[in-house]
């Protein structure tokens, strides 16, 4: 059979295979077999309601088959095929557990027990713990070097490999099309939000789409800061690879079952909470929270082992002459960064940890009939999530504190400064969490405090900021792609800064808590801190990646689009707000006269959709058949720049020697790294 | 794919620092644990402020015992490997996973079964059944994954993989288990002993 032909029939009986084991998996639940995931209501609704589901779980299995067909030895196929045993495994287990206790069938203990299976069977089937389950045994494994032998190049892609950059470009392009998923929900309830009155979502597909857009969002900025960190550190820092390669590939491949147990569940009910799951109305909610909860648990996991890796990597295995006050500033920021992520992550897996307890073993932590208390749950959730807001941006800052001085040609105005601050702004962020919880009924001594402390973390922020300024100040500035993208982040951040201190300030948080001028706030604060840097970055190392130029003319478009759409759209959310807009609802009263402003932010929406499109479009056209690029095109000082691209398996030829300060643009004589101690030449700063 | 690209790093790892880094990634991935239990902790202040209910304190002392004294056993057992002594090795390393074995038997099948807050017993509690067991429950959790880890060194070692040039695996399971030993210390007195014992029970 030839190659297609086999694609062709794995899809087929993957489709008919998905849709059967959906329809059995609902009717075991006690869902009637065809109705719908919290589908579009009006008009078509009855067809696409019985249609969605089949269509979606046939989709999802029918790529299965296809992979399969296409090559039965991906490791990405594999570990789906495990995934499904490890969730009929699960089920058993648990059912078989409540017959021994003398308990019956339980639908929701039983998909419990499977979702929480589905991981491990995933790793087994992807190869994610061979290696170690051989250790077990006492057996020596090698470290994997290259493509998997006899195998075409491409293939190490879609399954377990140990290289710092291929897991790089694993996390990146996950992270983007997770992006690409939660955008197109984005789009649908924009949509509906566009007018007053009720369009063509229910009330539950409304709520059920904003929750998984806002934390597959947030998947995919974990993933993009990941792809980032795992292809830029070891190189920066003169390493071979991450400290751990075993771990680091372990750390990616957790990733893509916990996002497919997330995405799953659209199709047990959804979950109507938003992404803060906040109790008691998770407790009460439909099924499908668990695969939420549970997904984010794994996700979390996954998180933690990842910035472990990270830490080691940075504080063990720097290049010769480089202290701790000449490594690259984006690795100072991946290194607080990691440090948040490798404590504060712990709390929002014990808090879902507890939801889900209190769901499937009646428990009442949360529930104050049973002695519990529901503002519990909040403490523990923000006292991770408020700390990981700054885990999505400071790698963010890190980037534009990089990129600056490359593209104004001067030295990194206070670089300690800049160091030291995204330590601060790390550890300071532990201390605010209550922030978010002024309206909540905390407790009064403790609203003050949480008020001061979260103005002070605007200092280390302005800090930034006055640096940034320093350091383009009398600069010979030059404007390619990566850059407009900076200088959008810088403009954009501001506005998330700003808007952070009215609602920091109790007596205007009253007001403004839980409305459109915290999304305004929030998008803001996401889009300057991640969204535009992680762009500036994917144009200024894409040449590097890939050895060829993308487009410039592309590449401007996008930027443009997105960032005209973005100002747009974030200051008519702030209005909206203050007019009295709130958040997560469907439809809202026409006296606000907001619906204008809902208009022109649904429309600035898609306009940045667009833009992320073309730019998504030039990077995937300009790995193909973009000009091949020069090896240093930006002049950089920074040692991956001076060796070839695409980068070679092991990094550097031979160790170099730092011997000098990184960002010394300019200054006559200046050198920062010796990429070949041995033969005594320095490499001194290029000239643009 | 060039041939370059199945050949070793250059400048590969020493044996010393790869040493350094193992010790270093464990430790903080205890760290990182530490916030965990940390956050089962403030939960259990949260919830049961001064209080906390009746339990079985002759139990509640003989658990706690048989954890600190298998520390003691599972440090013999690090200091004997390194001391190419296979046969002491593996005698405490035996005792250990008693211990630890017998501590589970102690907090899961009796605790659990006979504490006042079981619903089973007909003392439903409320809120002291639900973090009494979490406490525990998530506590035994860790008891078992380090009774497995030390269940694979003592196999390995049986097996003389280990010696006294190559103790990092020993010496990880050892570090590990004294760090469940150390959470059960905090966990012991704020389940048994603070506050005042309120409820059902005697
Ligand atoms: C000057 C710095 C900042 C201040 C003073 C600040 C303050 C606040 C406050 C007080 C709230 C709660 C509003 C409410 O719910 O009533 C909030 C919400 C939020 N902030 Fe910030 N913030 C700042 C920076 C950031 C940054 C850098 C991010 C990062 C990405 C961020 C992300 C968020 C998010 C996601 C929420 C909404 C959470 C939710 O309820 O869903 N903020 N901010
Ligand atoms: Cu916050």
Same mark, same amino acid.
């Given at each position: 059979?030839?190659?297609?032909?086999?694609?062709?029939?794995?899809?087929?009986?993957?489709?008919?295979?998905?849709?059967?084991?959906?329809?059995?998996?609902?009717?075991?639940?006690?869902?009637?077999?065809?109705?719908?995931?919290?589908?579009?209501?009006?008009?078509?609704?009855?067809?696409? $309601?019985? %249609?969605?589901?089949?269509?979606?779980?046939?989709?999802?299995?029918?790529?299965?088959?296809?992979?399969?067909?296409?090559?039965?030895?991906?490791?990405?196929?594999?570990?789906?095929?495990?995934?499904?045993?490890?969730?009929?495994?699960?089920?058993?287990?648990?059912?078989?557990?409540?017959?021994?206790?003398?308990?019956?069938?339980?639908?929701?203990?039983?998909?419990?027990?499977?979702?929480?299976?589905?991981?491990?069977?995933?790793?087994?089937?992807?190869?994610?713990?061979?290696?170690?389950?051989?250790?077990?045994?006492?057996?020596?494994?090698?470290?994997?070097?290259?493509?998997?032998?006899?195998?075409?190049?491409?293939?190490?892609?879609?399954?377990?490999?140990?290289?710092?950059?291929?897991?790089?470009?694993?996390?990146?392009?996950?992270?983007?099309?997770?992006?690409?998923?939660?955008?197109?929900?984005?789009?649908?309830?924009?949509?509906?939000?566009?007018?007053?009155?009720?369009?063509?979502?229910?009330?539950?597909?409304?709520?059920?789409?904003?929750?998984?857009?806002?934390?597959?969002?947030?998947?995919?900025?974990?993933?993009?800061?990941?792809?980032?960190?795992? !292809?830029?550190?070891?190189?920066?820092?003169?390493?071979?690879?991450?400290?751990?390669?075993? %771990? $680091?590939?372990?750390?990616?491949?957790?990733?893509?079952?916990?996002?497919?147990?997330?995405?799953?569940?659209?199709?047990?009910?959804?979950?109507?909470?938003g992404w803060t799951g906040y109790a008691p109305l998770s407790v009460r909610g439909p099924i499908g929270i668990n695969f939420f909860m549970i997904g984010m648990f794994y996700f979390g996991f996954?998180?933690?082992?990842?910035?472990? $890796?990270? @830490?080691?990597?940075?504080?063990?295995?720097?290049?010769?002459?480089?202290?701790?006050?000449?490594?690259?500033?984006?690795?100072?920021?991946?290194?607080?960064?990691?440090?948040?992520?490798?404590?504060?992550?712990?709390?929002?897996?014990?808090?879902?940890?507890?939801?889900? %307890?209190?769901?499937?073993?009646?428990m009442g932590f949360f529930n104050p009939a049973e002695g519990g208390n529901v503002i519990l749950f909040q403490h523990l959730f923000w006292f991770y999530s408020h700390p990981a807001v700054y885990?999505?941006?400071?790698?963010?800052?890190?980037?534009?504190?990089?990129?600056?001085?490359?593209?104004?040609?001067?030295?990194?105005?206070?670089?300690?400064?800049?160091?030291?601050?995204?330590?601060?702004?790390?550890?300071?962020?532990?201390?605010?969490?209550?922030?978010?919880?002024?309206?909540?009924? @905390?407790?009064?001594?403790?609203?003050?405090?949480?008020? !001061?402390?979260?103005?002070?973390?605007?200092?280390?922020?302005?800090?930034?900021?006055?640096?940034?300024?320093?350091?383009?100040?009398?600069?010979? %500035?030059?404007?390619?792609?990566?850059?407009?993208?900076?200088?959008?982040?810088?403009?954009?951040?501001?506005?998330?800064?700003?808007?952070?201190?009215?609602?920091?300030? @109790?007596?205007?948080?009253?007001?403004?808590?839980?409305?459109?001028?915290?999304?305004?706030?929030?998008?803001?604060?996401?889009?300057?801190?991640?969204?535009?840097?992680?762009?500036?970055?994917?144009?200024?190392?894409?040449?590097?990646?890939?050895?060829?130029?993308?487009?410039?003319?592309?590449?401007?478009?996008?930027?443009?689009?997105?960032?005209?759409?973005?100002?747009?759209?974030?200051?008519?959310?702030?209005?909206?707000?203050?007019?009295?807009?709130?958040?997560?609802?469907?439809?809202?009263?026409?006296?606000?006269?907001?619906?204008?402003?809902?208009?022109?932010?649904?429309?600035?929406?898609?306009?940045?959709?667009?833009?992320?499109?073309?730019?998504?479009?030039?990077?995937?056209?300009?790995?193909?058949?973009?000009?091949?690029?020069?090896?240093?095109?930006?002049?950089?000082?920074?040692?991956?720049?001076?060796?070839?691209?695409?980068?070679?398996? /092991?990094?550097?030829?031979?160790?170099?020697?730092?011997?000098?300060?990184?960002?010394?643009?300019?200054?006559?004589?200046?050198?920062?790294?010796?990429?070949?101690?041995?033969?005594?030449?320095?490499?001194?700063?290029?000239? /643009? | 794919?060039?041939?370059?690209?199945?050949?070793?790093?250059?400048?590969?790892?020493?044996?010393?620092?790869?040493?350094?880094?193992?010790?270093?990634?464990?430790?903080?991935?205890?760290?990182?644990?530490?916030?965990?239990?940390?956050?089962?902790?403030?939960?259990?202040?949260?919830?049961?402020?001064?209080?906390?209910?009746?339990?079985?304190?002759?139990?509640?002392?003989?658990?706690?015992?048989?954890?600190?004294?298998?520390?003691?056993?599972?440090?013999?057992?690090?200091?004997?490997?390194?001391?190419?002594?296979?046969?002491?090795?593996?005698?405490?390393?035996?005792?250990?996973?008693?211990?630890?074995?017998?501590?589970?038997?102690?907090?899961?099948?009796?605790?659990?079964?006979?504490?006042?807050?079981?619903?089973?017993?007909?003392?439903?509690?409320?809120?002291?059944?639900?973090?009494?067991?979490?406490?525990?429950?998530?506590? #035994?959790?860790?008891?078992?994954?380090?009774?497995?880890?030390?269940?694979?060194?003592?196999?390995?070692?049986?097996?003389?993989?280990?010696?006294?040039?190559?103790?990092?695996?020993?010496?990880?399971? #050892?570090?590990?288990w004294h760090f469940v030993d150390l959470v059960w210390v905090f966990f012991y007195p704020a389940l048994y002993l603070m506050g005042v014992a309120v409820g059902p029970g005697h």
């Open positions: 059979m030839s190659r297609t032909s086999r694609m062709f029939l794995g899809f087929v009986v993957g489709f008919v295979a998905g849709a059967v084991l959906l329809t059995v998996m609902r009717a075991l639940v006690g869902l009637s077999p065809l109705a719908a995931i919290p589908a579009l209501s009006a008009g078509f609704t009855p067809f696409f $309601n019985a %249609l969605a589901p089949l269509l979606s779980a046939g989709l999802l299995l029918g790529a299965v088959g296809l992979m399969l067909g296409l090559d039965p030895a991906l490791g990405l196929a594999r570990g789906l095929v495990g995934m499904a045993i490890g969730f009929v495994l699960g089920i058993l287990l648990t059912h078989f557990v409540r017959l021994g206790l003398g308990l019956g069938w339980d639908a929701e203990s039983a998909w419990v027990g499977g979702a929480s299976l589905a991981p491990i069977g995933f790793l087994l089937g992807v190869g994610a713990l061979s290696d170690w389950l051989k250790w077990t045994r006492g057996m020596h494994t090698p470290e994997q070097h290259g493509p998997p032998a006899g195998r075409p190049a491409w293939t190490r892609y879609f399954g377990f490999d140990q290289n710092h950059k291929v897991i790089g470009v694993q996390y990146t392009v996950t992270g983007i099309l997770i992006m690409g998923v939660g955008g197109t929900l984005a789009m649908i309830f924009r949509t509906e939000l566009a007018a007053v009155g009720r369009q063509f979502l229910s009330p539950d597909a409304f709520n059920t789409y904003i929750s998984l857009h806002g934390i597959i969002m947030i998947a995919s900025i974990l993933l993009g800061i990941g792809g980032l960190a795992n !292809y830029l550190v070891p190189l920066m820092l003169g390493a071979s690879d991450m400290a751990f390669p075993r %771990l $680091n590939g372990f750390a990616f491949w957790l990733t893509v079952p916990s996002a497919i147990l997330i995405i799953m569940a659209i199709f047990f009910g959804g979950w109507d909470t996954s998180s933690i082992l990842g910035s472990l $890796n990270l @830490i080691v990597t940075t504080l063990k295995m720097r290049a010769p002459g480089m202290n701790l006050f000449r490594m690259p500033i984006f690795v100072w920021a991946i290194l607080s960064t990691s440090l948040i992520q490798l404590t504060a992550t712990q709390f929002i897996g014990l808090s879902f940890l507890m939801v889900v %307890l209190e769901r499937n073993l009646q885990i999505f941006i400071l790698p963010g800052l890190g980037i534009i504190s990089e990129l600056l001085p490359v593209f104004s040609r001067k030295p990194l105005f206070g670089y300690k400064w800049i160091a030291l601050s995204s330590m601060a702004i790390a550890l300071m962020g532990f201390l605010v969490w209550g922030h978010h919880m002024f309206a909540a009924g @905390i407790e009064d001594a403790l609203r003050v405090p949480f008020m !001061y402390s979260t103005m002070l973390v605007a200092v280390p922020t302005g800090v930034k900021f006055f640096s940034w300024l320093g350091t383009v100040w009398r600069g010979k %500035l030059f404007f390619p792609t990566p850059m407009l993208f900076v200088l959008a982040a810088i403009a954009v951040f501001l506005i998330g800064g700003l808007t952070g201190p009215p609602l920091a300030t @109790i007596s205007t948080d009253l007001h403004l808590h839980d409305s459109y001028f915290v999304v305004g706030h929030f998008h803001a604060t996401m889009f300057g801190g991640f969204v535009f840097p992680f762009f500036a970055a994917l144009y200024f190392w894409f040449p590097k990646i890939t050895g060829r130029m993308y487009n410039e003319r592309l590449g401007q478009i996008h930027w443009a689009l997105q960032t005209v759409g973005f100002y747009t759209m974030s200051l008519t959310m702030a209005r909206a707000g203050l007019l009295g807009m709130r958040r997560r609802i469907v439809d809202y009263d026409p006296a606000l006269g907001v619906e204008g402003m809902q208009l022109i932010v649904t429309i600035a929406g898609y306009i940045i959709f667009l833009g992320v499109l073309i730019g998504v479009y030039n990077l995937w056209i300009s790995a193909k058949r973009g000009q091949v690029a020069a090896i240093n095109p930006w002049g950089s000082r920074s040692p991956e720049w001076q060796i070839p691209s695409p980068i070679p398996e /092991h990094n550097y030829a031979e160790p170099f020697e730092v011997v000098g300060d990184p960002y010394d643009y300019g200054l006559p004589g200046s050198v920062y790294v010796n990429m070949s101690p041995s033969r005594g030449a320095a490499a001194s700063t290029p000239a /643009h | 794919m060039t041939a370059e690209a199945h050949t070793p790093p250059a400048g590969g790892i020493s044996p010393a620092k790869r040493l350094q880094m193992n010790r270093l990634g464990l430790w903080l991935f205890l760290l990182s644990e530490t916030f965990l239990f940390g956050g089962i902790l403030a939960a259990r202040f949260y919830l049961w402020g001064a209080t906390r209910p009746h339990l079985d304190q002759i139990l509640g002392l003989s658990v706690t015992a048989m954890l600190l004294v298998s520390s003691f056993f599972i440090n013999r057992a690090e200091v004997a490997i390194k001391h190419d002594d296979r046969i002491e090795f593996l005698r405490s390393t035996g005792i250990t996973i008693l211990l630890g074995l017998l501590f589970l038997v102690g907090v899961v099948g009796l605790e659990w079964r006979t504490a006042p807050v079981n619903p089973a017993t007909g003392g439903e509690f409320g809120i002291y059944g639900d973090v009494l067991f979490f406490m525990t429950g998530m506590h #035994a959790f860790h008891v078992l994954t380090g009774v497995i880890l030390l269940g694979v060194v003592a196999y390995l070692g049986y097996k003389g993989h280990f010696h006294a040039r190559n103790f990092y695996g020993v010496e990880a399971a #050892a570090i590990y």
